[in-house]
Nanobody, 127 residues
Framework: QVQLVESGGGSVQAGGSLRLSCAAS????????MGWFRQAPGKEREGVVV????????YYADSVKGRFTISQDTAKNTVYLQMNSLKPEDTAMYYC????????????????????WGQGTQVTVSS
C-alpha cells in the first residue's frame, strides 16, 4: 500500500524559507507523478508543483515560479519542496500526492488525478 508522509512545515516570516519533505513507500513502480498541493481555509485545493519522476514534465503554478523548487532523492524515495521568498499568501496546508501515469511522461496538475495523499503539513507565513 502506498504511503506518503510529509514533514517540514512550520511558521516563518515573510521572505523566509522552508523545505518540505515527502517520504513515499509501497510503490511497485519507479516512474510516477509526484505533486505538492496546498489548501488555504475557504479555498480550493490547488496544485503548486507537479513532477514526473521519470524525467517527464514539471509543472509550477505561476504564483510560485522562481521561488519554489521540487527535487527528489531516488535512493530515499523522497520528494522535496524548497520554498524560498515565502509570502503570507503561501500560508496553507500543504499536501504531497502521487499517482501512476503508466506509459505517459506527462503528469496532470489536477488534484483529482492523484490517487494517493499524505496527511498534510501546515505552512504559516507571517508578514
Amino acid at each position: 500500500q502506498v504511503q506518503l508522509v510529509e514533514s517540514g512545515g512550520g511558521s516563518v516570516q515573510a521572505g523566509g524559507s522552508l523545505r518540505l519533505s515527502c517520504a513515499a513507500s509501497g510503490y511497485a513502480y519507479t516512474s510516477k507523478c509526484m505533486g505538492w498541493f496546498r489548501q488555504a481555509p475557504g479555498k480550493e485545493r490547488e496544485g503548486v508543483v507537479v513532477s514526473h519522476t521519470g524525467g517527464g514534465n514539471i509543472y509550477y503554478a505561476d504564483s510560485v515560479k522562481g521561488r519554489f523548487t521540487i527535487s527528489q532523492d531516488t535512493a530515499k524515495n523522497t520528494v522535496y519542496l524548497q520554498m524560498n521568498s515565502l509570502k503570507p499568501e503561501d500560508t496553507a496546508m500543504y499536501y504531497c500526492a502521487s499517482y501512476n501515469p503508466g506509459i505517459y511522461p506527462y503528469c496532470s496538475s489536477n488534484p483529482t488525478a492523484f490517487h494517493y495523499w499524505g496527511q498534510g503539513t501546515q505552512v504559516t507565513v507571517s508578514s
